[in-house]
């Protein structure tokens, strides 16, 4: 079978870092219609292929050699947790050659940080992987999506950001995966690290480190072997806490598990709570009977990210990502 990745020339490539990017579509992609090209309004998101990407960030041949590979081109609304596992594995595999420096990867803005900390969990830290996206599509004005991309392959392959994690890099800024998250539905400037803020910028001057992360976090799944591509992934659902949240929601979940009609049987449910955590004495009656029932109950904040324990720092959809990928690796090992 045909090696799908291909190289993008470069002068002087052999003094170049070697860089994977693969692409996953997303915004970054996307497309307007002609009318709408200068605004990107109605745009369709992961219609151009990475090549094109590539050539539309002036100058990026020149700062990396460059090999890329199209593993999917979808909104990442559309994103599952068989593309983290996918991306795992190319990363992985990647990491096992000689002389490779890092790997881009190019992903819409709705699910980049689900994506980015499925993969921190499941990786090494080792060599740089950096997850980039843009907030309008390729032909807008002032689109971002060549300098997202640029900056992005300068950091990969840039040994300083190499053991820190999985990164993501937007707006000149570098992110760590486990903070990073979307907080704002249009702005340019979307993705924010909350009260730690980012771990760096990258611009004019190069590439600048200006706070480590906490320490080095045990990434127990990284040593496991991945599940095969066919394996269902649990059901970990989210809900939420608010007024006159009675629950009910959460028992037919429950029931239906254990009738069977829910395909996958629910595993496991993420809570958001109201200020640090608590719950309506409705919904709490009904998470009671599911935790009897066998499911995990985890209950979060909404109002921001976990403070201290296991989840320190992670928000909702992180949490409900890592118990995931928990679940899905127990099970492998089971199987």
Known sequence: MQDPRCELPAAGAGLLPHV???????????VAPPANTATGAGYTAGVLGVEQLLASAPGIAQQARLEFE???????????????????????????????AGCVITHGS???EETAYALDCLLEPGSPVVLTAAMLPAA??????????FDAVRVAGDPAAAGRGVLC???????????????????????????RGPLGF????????????????????????LPSPEMAAPRVELVCSHA????????????ASVAGTLRPPLHALVVLGTGGGTVHEGLAAALDQAAEAGVRVQVVPR????????FDGLNAVKVRVRLLLEALLEARSGA
């Open 70 to 100: 199209q593993l999917c081109n979808i909104d990442s609304k559309d994103a599952n947790p068989a593309l983290w596992l996918q991306l795992a594995r190319e990363v992985r595999a990647w990491r096992a050659r000689a002389g490779t």
């Open 110 to 112: 709705d699910t980049l």
């Open 140 to 149: 807008a004005l002032s689109a971002d999506g060549p300098r997202n991309l």
């Open 244 to 255: 006159g949240a009675d629950g009910e929601l959460v028992r037919a979940l429950v029931a």
């Open 202 to 225: 990258i611009g004019a001057s190069g590439l600048r480190f200006t706070r480590e992360q906490p320490g080095v976090e045990p990434r127990p799944l990284a040593g496991l072997a």
């Open 169 to 195: 890099v937007a707006h000149g800024r570098v992110h760590a995966a486990r903070d990073v998250s979307k907080q704002h539905p249009a702005r340019i400037d979307a993705f924010a690290s909350g009260e």
């Open 20 to 30: 994977l990017v693969l692409g996953t579509g997303g915004t970054i992609a996307g």
């Open 303 to 310: 109002t921001g990210p976990c403070e201290g324990g296991d």
